[in-house]
């Protein structure tokens, strides 16, 4: 196993910054089905006050969280696995066999118990110890489909909370900060 600084501490209320890849970078949240599948999981945590979510973007391929938890591995894990599990079930129920044989071809050998994966190991979880670098993950999480060439200004990303934060009705709710 790696050894990595990136690491949830135990019982810890600070917010962290997280990024969640999918397995090989395959660009699977172009889909709005799967992307709904993360969103709706997200929102079942928020609405079961399991997960307080203070920023997120959803990508082509991954997403980052800026999010607190009273045990926020245990719900991050949860919520990898979760949706892993909805997402490929809706591309067995759909007979998507070209996005199948790559979850397959790319699942690591050690995860025998499974035919496919959906996240890459890991979430790179920082943990957020100051307004200033609470304030620079924020920005990092709007601005990341403007730098990427997709829109011209965050709020024009639907898969973003930075409308929240311009004043208008995000997808989620979110504690603004």
């Not at 810890?12 to 890849?21: K, L, R, S, V």
């Not at 799967?34 to 979510?53: A, E, F, K, M």
């Not at 730098?147 to 979110?174: F, M, T």
Request: charged share 20%; with cysteine; hydrophobic share 35%.
């Amino acid at each position: 196993m790696t050894r990595t600084r990136y690491h949830f501490l135990p019982d810890d209320p600070c917010p962290y910054f997280i990024t969640a890849t999918t397995v090989n970078w395959i660009a699977l949240f172009s889909n709005p089905t799967i992307c709904g599948i993360v969103l709706d999981s997200l929102q079942y945590l928020i609405d079961n006050q399991r997960l307080i979510l203070h920023a997120y973007v959803i990508l082509e391929n991954h997403l980052h969280l800026v999010a607190s938890s009273e045990n926020l591995a245990k719900e991050i894990a949860n919520f990898k696995s979760f949706t892993a599990r909805k997402c490929i079930d809706y591309y067995v129920e759909n007979q998507n066999q070209f996005v199948l044989d790559q979850l397959s071809s790319y699942r690591l050998d050690h995860k025998r118990d499974r035919q496919y994966q959906f996240w890459q190991e890991g979430s790179h979880p920082e943990r957020i110890m100051s307004e200033e670098m609470l304030q620079q993950k924020i920005d990092y999480t709007h601005f990341n489909p403007v730098r990427r060439g997709y829109v011209e200004v965050p709020e024009h990303w639907r898969y973003s909370c930075d409308r929240d934060y311009a004043g208008q009705a995000g997808l989620l709710r979110i504690q603004v900060y």
